[in-house]
């Protein structure tokens, strides 16, 4: 199974700034996405990263809020912008192949002061 | 639209025992369903996937089952152990989502020594 780093795993970040946040893949992959994960709750789709083109955003996700990169099949990058303390949450990174098992990284927790 | 739901929220069974967390869905138009566990502060393990067209897969101690036209899927462990303490997620992938994983909510399983 591909094995995915996320960077970085954790952050604490001041009201109004940015953090991007990095997912590498060991092996070319089909898709890629971002979830989040806010306390206690299960996890929601941000967006479908694609390569070499824009991210498909999922409802009440915006370009702007969540700018999202996909150079290769192998990386993507997820900015939170101009972060509020409603942004705090885990942020994942998933890949699959086709009809194969989902795969996630480790998660970034993120906070906001 | 898909709607994925696990009961219970919660399960506390004693070390050896068998359990069963269930998983039930509103579409049966599924290309196939995946059950993850979710450490504290952890990413998501993929445990198993099921094809919508198999009836079951087995791990180890693992055994998951998908009836399609009952919207239902099971996660049997057997011989419980501490170790196997986690959050439990179903999710699926419906014909109509543009190939992406619908959860539920999960169920967070303790193993009592």
């Known amino acids: 199974s591909a094995v995915i780093s996320q960077k970085p795993s954790r952050d604490i970040c001041q009201r109004g700034t940015s953090l991007t946040i990095q997912c590498q893949v060991d092996s070319q992959v089909t898709m890629m996405f971002w979830y989040r994960q806010q306390p206690g709750q299960s996890l929601t789709l941000i967006a479908t990263?694609?390569?070499?083109?824009?991210?498909?955003?999922e409802s009440g996700f915006v370009i702007d809020k969540f700018p999202i990169s996909r150079p290769n099949l192998t990386f993507s990058t997820l900015t939170v912008s101009n972060m509020s303390p409603e942004d705090s949450s885990i942020y994942l990174c998933s890949v699959r192949n086709s009809n194969q098992p989902q795969h996630f990284g480790d998660g970034t927790r993120l906070s906001i002061l | 639209k898909q709607e994925v739901t696990q009961i219970p929220a919660a399960l506390s069974v004693p070390e050896g025992e068998n359990l069963v967390l269930n998983c039930s869905f509103t579409?049966?138009?599924?290309?196939?369903l995946q059950w993850f566990r979710q450490d504290p502060g952890k990413g998501l393990t993929s445990l198993l996937l099921?094809?919508?067209?198999?009836r079951e897969q087995t791990s180890g101690r693992l055994n998951a089952s998908l009836d399609k036209s009952s919207g239902r899927s099971t996660l049997y462990i057997a011989a419980s152990q501490p170790g196997d303490s986690a959050t439990y997620l179903c999710?699926?992938?419906?014909?109509?989502?543009?190939?992406?994983?619908?959860f539920g909510s999960g169920t967070q399983l303790t193993v009592l020594p």
């Open positions: 579409d049966s138009a599924i290309y196939n």
């Open positions: 099921i094809q919508s067209s198999q």
């Open positions: 999710a699926l992938v419906s014909s109509g989502s543009a190939r992406q994983l619908t």
């Open positions: 990263a694609n390569q070499g083109s824009e991210a498909t955003y």
